[in-house]
């Protein structure tokens, strides 16, 4: 329970070092006695890269570690390389490399007398983790929500800016609340929705069917992530009813009134349960005491249209008529965005706070490269890759700073599904685009220990994971292993090997340190376990200090590891560090499936649509 797992992190404080070893915990030490080994505590592949990273406040005494098993035994030994300086809370900090040891098995780090938590190597370490992760997305379902056996904003909505009455009633009931706030985007339900079905299409193998269309136990012949997959699509199809309707958003930061299930929600927008659904008319809407910058409705209708498209292909011989709808729809989303170029920003009544996102032509180059795949012509390919060059490298890479959601979604997705269909210099070109991009980061991270340089921002763990998945993309199109550590360390960052030794997954691994008290009305009110959602991970001090209405409401376990860098809170009363997102969670079951699969099996990225 997570009340048990809150006071059991809290008592460690207390315990004695070596009863925290046993219980494969990191000990949590007064801020001038700092020393600690930070590791994957979802555990390692035998092949793959392994390092933990010592962080000290003094220089350590030794040039060695060793890797021992459960029997105490020394089964490897390794120098602990450079010094690479100050990190965060850190003064002296080592990358502690024991890639060449295969063994199977339990084991610790040790070195200078201190040790690492227990962790596992062997190539089923991340098996389930990506199933698990959706239990988060069911649980997020607006409409009947599996969770809860109950249903939810059944009344949703009444249109605002369309070419109708504002106020006139439209049915869009379904799709993902956004985070723990009850809010549904367009645009981070088409990116999740996109991530759901290219990791089918990638892993198939990966995936099991336990749940039945509607979330609740029960085999339906469908994998559970296109059980998942397809709730977003329905949804997204309710919001882009007619060729020349989209919407971009049902409810507005009302919504922050308060936390509550939802299915308690009460009349916060003047119109009893239904709420607003605010459509993209391609010019500035509300943004607190101000106007949004939107500019167009590409930024969009480019998501719907690879969301949909990327959906008719995996559901052909599922359900033919619903693959063809698909494409129609597709085809019209894709239309509008041709039509009205620019970026539809989200809206807010209250606050400033919005989705400020400021490009669409990435979105408009995967929208042209999913249609491709289905298009016999083969036309789109040209449209796909005029794109791609507006937007070489997603502007966020190697910047230390960026407005929320300014560069969305953060991969550029369209790069490699056009990069497997070109051939020649033109795929050079665009392969070329990755690795700028992710040398921008390589060129900072390289210098400290953590390979970090994903700025602290909020939701830095989405776009730890997204430039994860680019790096591995990276290295699936071109063979190209140079970035492979830099790859590892953010996928072993999400997982505990981060100044703060902690998951940023709700309940995985199990027997790990995890968000146990995150910004959630589940887990607040009710004490309901939010199981796979990844938080929004660390801000920035000079973000954290300067945000409204975040006050904590417990002791801060993790004091002695904040900085003048950054800080995390396990405390939901930081919604800046601690809310669960479900797009972050979307893009974290892509790159869990492809963690599995390249443990497991060593299976590359499939070339042709698996068929059920």
């Known amino acids: 329970m997570p009340i048990f797992k809150h006071l059991m992190k809290k008592m460690l404080k207390t315990v004695s070092p070596l009863i925290v070893l046993l219980c494969g915990l990191a000990p949590v030490v007064q801020a001038q006695d700092i020393s600690c080994i930070r590791i ?102 607006s409409g009947f929500n599996p969770f809860l056996k109950d249903s939810c904003h059944v009344h949703d909505g009444y249109t605002l800016y369309a070419p109708v009455s504002d106020s006139t009633h439209i049915d869009v009931v379904g799709g993902w609340h956004d985070a723990s706030d009850y809010l549904q985007y367009s645009t981070t339900s088409a990116n999740a929705t996109y991530h759901l079905l290219a990791a089918y299409r990638d892993f198939p193998q990966v995936f099991k069917d336990k749940k039945q269309a509607n979330g609740l136990d029960g085999s339906n012949t469908i994998p559970d992530v296109l059980d998942e997959a397809k709730w977003g699509l329905d949804w997204l199809l309710k919001m882009h009813p007619k060729d020349n309707w989209l919407f971009n958003q049902t409810g507005d930061d009302r919504d922050h009134r308060g936390m509550r299930i939802p299915k308690e929600d009460t009349n916060y927008y003047g119109r009893g349960l239904e709420r607003p659904v605010y459509f993209c008319n391609g010019e500035p809407q509300q943004r607190g005491r101000f106007m949004n910058y939107t500019t167009g409705v590409a930024s969009t209708a480019g998501k719907f249209a690879s969301a949909f498209a990327l959906g008719s292909e995996l559901f052909f011989n599922v359900d033919r008529k619903y693959a063809d709808g698909l494409i129609s729809k597709s085809l019209s989303a894709f239309a509008l965005g041709l039509k009205y ?163 940023m997954v709700y309940g995985l691994p199990s027997w790990g340190d995890t968000p146990t008290d995150p910004h959630s009305a589940f887990t607040h009110l009710k004490n309901y376990p939010i199981d796979g959602g990844l938080v929004d991970g660390p801000v920035y001090s000079s973000i954290y200090r300067n945000l409204i209405g975040i006050q904590l409401y417990n002791e801060d376990e993790y004091a002695p590891y904040q900085s003048e860098l950054a800080v995390y809170h396990d405390d939901y009363g930081d919604y800046s560090t601690n809310e669960p997102t479900m797009d972050g969670t979307a893009s974290l079951i892509y790159l869990l499936a492809a963690k599995q699969s390249e443990a497991r099996n060593g299976i590359p990225l499939k070339d042709a649509i698996p068929r059920l």
């Open 40 to 141: 994957n505590q979802l555990g390692y592949s035998t092949k793959s890269i392994k390092v933990a990273v010592l962080g000290s406040g003094k220089p350590i005494a030794v040039t060695a570690f060793s890797v021992k098993d459960e029997n105490g035994k020394t089964v490897f030994y390794n120098s602990a390389g450079k010094d690479f300086g100050s990190y965060g809370p850190f003064s002296h900090t080592y990358r502690l490399d024991f890639s060449a040891f295969t063994g199977k098995g339990k084991f610790i780090i040790n070195i200078d007398g201190t040790a690492s938590p227990v962790f596992s190597i062997n190539d089923s370490v991340y098996d389930g983790g990506a199933d698990f992760c959706l239990r988060y997305m069911r649980q997020q379902r």
């Open 341 to 503: 170029p620019g970026v539809a920003q989200t809206a807010s009544v209250l606050s400033p706070y919005i989705y400020a996102e400021d490009n669409w032509t990435d979105d408009m180059e995967l929208a042209g490269a999913a249609l491709n795949m289905i298009d016999t012509s083969k036309r789109l390919i040209i449209t796909a890759y005029d794109y791609a060059l507006k937007e070489p490298v997603t502007p966020w890479l190697g910047a230390d700073t960026a407005k929320h959601y300014q560069w969305y979604p953060f991969i550029n997705i369209g790069h490699y599904e056009l990069a497997k269909q070109l051939t020649g210099a033109r795929r050079d070109s665009i392969i070329q685009f990755y690795k700028e991009g992710i040398e921008r980061v390589w060129q900072k991270a390289k210098h400290n220990a953590f390979y970090r340089d994903i700025p602290f921002i909020w939701c830095s763990n989405n776009l730890t994971v997204s430039f994860a998945i680019q790096c591995y993309w990276y290295r699936q199109l071109t063979g190209d292993k140079t970035y492979q550590p830099l790859e590892q360390a953010c996928f072993d960052w999400i997982f505990g090997c981060n100044p703060w030794g902690t998951s």
